[in-house]
């Protein structure tokens, strides 16, 4: 047992078993299709969601993996769970990274990282905040709440999105206030909110809701610039939750062999008149640091998104492989073809993840805080790259797959003595790949890429963490367009123009380097975990 393994031991950290018990001590309401969920923990809707998060438990505490999923706080005795670790490092930012990717080849959406977002951007706005006041308050508060989070290993629901009304107008024009969260009262004792958030992933299955403003904030919208932390069942919360995954669905092509072990619910969260002590409200009318919550959170999450979608492609990459061999092809490198739609899928997928490598090594500390955030521009462009490409993946899995697919009679065919032996002999392609086995994998690549589940994926990778739209402005706002049009101006021998007011100049980043030189002894350098155990599909 190595070092992070012993201390994981030390009885801080929750396993997969543990969590699962641990939400029996939490009674949310919860409905899920028009019901009433009775007991969380024992809802057959919830459970490839609570199988997903029981995921990050189980992986810290293996002793092959415990080195990425296990990270150790400055100034703290115990080890935490990479979830819910500040960053600290540029290799903090990798090792996440690479968490990430790890969690979701399980799971396909591992979820829980959501809360390593947005315990770092609140991090970051409570110092900041507190510089701007020459106080200490937001930081010592923010710092107890965390060291209650991770000493219980808590898995936290991020409540951002608001349900937003009418967007033309702004917070408070909305004919209907409850359409953005917001505080409606003040008293000595806390806060009372109220409104709805309109996509919290996995809310039924947290334990608190990290409650977060989800734009920028006017003055005439510090109501609305709210952060604070609320238990899922705390009085006033109801919680509108779609199933997770397909338990228990029986679609044309059968029992789906992922999703009905792994998936994910997002649900909607209605707070009416929910009470929240000032302990755990992190800012409360502080309008000003609204964007830069906003900002970061977002920046940490599409770092993240990166390596979950990198996950789902190490999936469609290796299923689309076993395709391949069942169809009669063992080595998809002969057949050009392939060959070169197999390529196109590792591109994509490790073009995207490799800007997420970029990010978390161009990662720098955020100046009020001191934790590390990844490099703004990688982090987005790698966002947008599988949020555009994913539909591609989708593609290219299906190009090496074949209709098959689609076109495979249900599983009810199998134990039909009618029909069953005939169909084994006629759609058995490879004959050193069992019938069985061919109709397996198939029935895995519908799961993941044809059914419902894969769509719904489609449109999560689309618009998780923002659209498009906000990729594209953020990549804009932050890359050194002035220092390619001075390269530029110089050889044309133009001399230099530094005018600050110059829209095409704004932008200016030098080269950067390692703090210490890259070639200097004793630099960090990723290694290779331990070969890792076969998890199969029951």
Known sequence: MNRATQEASSGLLMSGSDYRESLRRYRPLVYVDGHQIASVADAPELQPGINALAVTYDFALDTAKAPLMIARQAQRASPVNRMLHINESAGDLLNKLEAVRLLCQETGCAQRYLAHDALNAIHQVSARIDDARGSSEHRARFAEYLTQVQDQDLSLGIAMTDAKGDRSKRPHQQSNPDSYLHIVERNGKGIVISGAKAIVTGAAYMHEF????????????????????????????????????????????????????????????LFERVFVPWERVFYAGDWEHSGVLTYNYATHHRHSCIAARAGFGDLLIGAGALMCEAN???????????????????????????????????????????????????????????????????????????????????????????????????????????????????????????????????????????????????????????????????????????????????????????????????????????????????
């Not at 998780?464 to 390269?487: F, H, T």
Request: charged content about 20%.
């Open 210 to 269: 990290l409650v977060m403003p989800c734009r920028n904030m006017g003055a005439e919208d510090a109501d609305f610039a709210v952060c604070c932390a609320v238990p899922v069942d705390a009085a006033g919360v109801t919680i509108v939750s779609r199933p997770a995954g397909r338990p228990g669905e029986k679609p044309e092509h059968g029992q789906p062999l992922f999703s009905r072990r792994y998936g994910q619910a997002t649900a909607v969260v």
């Open 328 to 538: 009669g092809f063992p080595d998809p490198g002969a057949q050009s073809n392939l060959r070169e739609a197999m390529v196109e899928l590792i591109t994509i997928t490790e073009s995207f993840f490799a800007c997420g490598v970029a990010a978390s090594v161009y990662g720098q500390a955020d100046e009020a805080s001191g934790s590390f955030m990844p490099d703004p521009v990688f982090a987005n462009i790698g966002k947008l790259l599988l949020a555009t490409k994913i539909y591609d993946m989708h593609r290219l899995a299906h190009e090496v797959s074949g209709g098959l697919i689609v076109a495979l009679p249900g599983p009810d065919e199998d134990h039909n003595p009618a029909t069953a032996a005939r169909l084994a002999e006629v759609l058995r392609a490879n004959p050193d790949v069992p019938y069985e086995k061919r109709i397996e994998v198939a029935r895995f690549m519908e799961d993941l890429t044809a059914s419902y589940q894969a769509g719904w994926y489609s449109v999560i990778s689309l618009h998780g963490g923002g659209s498009p739209a906000a990729m594209k402005q953020e990549i804009w706002r932050n890359y050194p367009v002035g220092d390619k049009v001075a390269l530029v101006e110089r050889l044309l021998d133009r001399g230099l123009v530094d005018d600050p007011a110059r829209p095409i100049t704004r932008n200016r980043q030098p080269g950067r380097c390692c703090d210490s030189g890259c070639s200097q002894p004793g630099q960090a350098a990723m290694v290779s975990l331990p070969a890792r155990e076969d998890r199969g599909i029951d």
